[in-house]
């Protein structure tokens, strides 16, 4: 099974995760790491909103990094999509990707207004909302 690992990283932390999502690969699963840090900076879409006003605007780093991204599903042929830390991809953009997706999703638990993350599987030409 081939994975591709998205993440956000910068320096010693980006070569670091590089590193460690390829080895990470063995006889049966592959991991191809993305880092999509370059692309926009975090701030920009942190909030829902912020993305979907990027994503409406047609926001030129955004749209690099979709495009990108795509290239890489394209070449590599994945089975699946891994995203961590900051999430960039818009759900419209998710609907066209034709690969299980693991997504992370913030929540709040009823007895404590700390959210924690959880994550959500999404099959092929779904997305999560």
């Known amino acids: 099974m081939k994975i591709i690992y998205s993440f956000n990283k910068r320096g010693f932390e980006a070569a670091f995760w590089t590193r460690e999502i390829a080895a990470a690969s063995d006889d049966r699963y592959t991991?191809?790491?993305f880092n999509h840090d370059r692309?926009?900076?975090v701030s920009s879409y942190l909030r829902a909103q912020l993305l979907d006003n990027l994503y409406y605007e047609q926001n030129a780093g955004l749209m690099r990094l979709y495009d990108d991204f795509?290239?890489?599903?394209a070449r590599e042929k994945p089975d699946a999509v891994i995203v961590d830390n900051a999430f960039p991809y818009?759900?419209?953009f998710l609907r066209n990707i034709p690969i299980y997706k693991v997504l992370p999703r913030m929540t709040a638990t009823s007895h404590s207004s700390t959210?924690?993350?959880?994550?959500?599987i999404t099959a092929p030409h779904t997305a999560a909302i």
Do not use: A, L, Q
Request: aromatic share 10%; hydrophobic share 30%.
């Open 39 to 41: 692309y926009i900076p």
């Open 70 to 73: 795509t290239e890489v599903i």
């Open 90 to 92: 818009h759900p419209e």
């Open 31 to 33: 991991f191809v790491p």
């Open 115 to 120: 959210p924690t993350i959880t994550c959500c």
